[in-house]
């Protein structure tokens, strides 16, 4: 069984900041990809990012240049740094895992743009 617990949403105004993070914890695979993905007010949920111990990252256009992924300090956690936020960035931002036991999620963290 594996476990995602998400940190780090809130209010912020445009054009600010917020760091999300992620960790992952019991039966986890070696070979893993862990990511990001949001759904916004009009319930569309979509890929932010990802990234793979295989070293592959990827974002999804609207995150290219604002946002960055990483690995946390600590074994198993992934981080989502987003700059430069606009009202259309408003949405539950869900942590993921996907090993070889299949996908695996968080509950999800509130992220609200708005002045």
């Known amino acids: 069984q594996v476990q995602l617990v998400e940190s780090g949403g809130g209010l912020v105004q445009p054009g600010g900041s917020l760091r999300l993070s992620c960790t992952a914890s019991?039966?986890?695979?070696?070979?893993?990809?862990m990511g990001w993905h949001r759904r916004t007010p009009g319930n569309h949920r979509e890929l932010v990012a990802f990234?793979?111990?295989?070293?592959?990252?990827n974002y999804r256009d609207y995150a290219k240049g604002r946002f960055t992924i990483s690995r946390g300090n600590a074994k198993n956690t992934v981080d989502l740094q987003m700059n430069n936020l606009t009202p259309e960035d408003t949405a539950v931002y869900y942590c993921?895992?996907?090993?070889?036991?299949?996908?695996?999620w968080g509950k999800g963290t509130l992220v609200t743009v708005s002045s």
């Open positions: 019991g039966s986890i695979g070696t070979s893993h990809t």
């Open positions: 990234l793979t111990t295989g070293g592959i990252i």
């Open positions: 993921y895992l996907y090993d070889q036991s299949g996908d695996h």
